[in-house]
């Protein structure tokens, strides 16, 4: 019992560091991918040429609990805002959603410029559970490093030549690159 304790703690360590890595290499927040429920607060910066600000992008959003403004900087979130009539989820019809636009049509506020003006209440990530092609590629990196366990310097060799397992393995980033995990830009 002791060996497969130990065992399981050390691939409970090596999903999670593999897990990391994925995150790192997709820039993304760690646990970004599957939904949590989170409150962010976001900055709304100004438009181009000082127009009324209408459309605030957001980090992967899957759904909204709450969302609110502080519109005078006070750090109180005084005005709660409703959606469908105050704002809309951007693109409208898939997820993960990318913008909140203001419902021009029905809305009654405007988003207050500034540092921390928006407290948003909600479940972040890609999906309400982890995708696919991310736990595949999971999967293929804790089993490559726990190759690494037993081998010398962590380079194995075989039929494909020598394979230095410290890096992420590039079966596992040509996963993530194909299923277009892969991003350019990291959102706070």
């Known amino acids: 019992a002791i060996a497969d304790a130990s065992a399981d703690a050390t691939l409970t360590r090596l999903i999670g560091r593999a897990s990391r890595a994925v995150d790192r290499f997709c820039f993304r927040e760690p646990g970004g991918f599957a939904g949590q429920t989170l409150t962010k607060l976001l900055d ?26 502080d519109d005078n900087g006070d750090g109180v979130f005084e005005v709660t805002w409703t959606e469908g009539t105050d704002f ?19 809305g009654r506020y405007s988003l207050p410029v500034g540092q ?11 999906l309400a559970t982890v995708p696919e092609p991310i736990a595949e590629a999971v999967e293929l990196q804790v089993s ?8 010398p310097e962590g380079v194995v060799g075989g039929e494909a030549g020598y394979i ?11 996963i993530l690159v194909s299923a277009h995990y892969r991003e350019t830009g990291v959102f706070a």
């Not at 709304?44 to 403004?69: Q, Y």
């Not at 993960?96 to 029905?106: A, D, F, Y």
């Not at 726990?146 to 081998?151: E, P, Y």
């Open 144 to 151: 490559r490093w726990r190759w690494r366990l037993r081998a």
């Open 44 to 69: 709304v910066r100004p438009s181009a040429g000082g127009a009324r600000r209408v459309v605030l992008p957001v980090p992967p959003l899957i759904s909204v609990t709450t969302f609110k403004t």
């Open 88 to 106: 809309l989820l951007y693109p409208l019809n898939d997820v993960p959603k990318r913008e909140i636009q203001v419902n021009l049509q029905t």
């Open 164 to 174: 230095d397992l410290k890096e992420l393995d590039p079966d596992v980033k040509s």
């Open 116 to 126: 921390r003006r928006v407290q948003i209440v909600g479940l972040w990530g890609e």
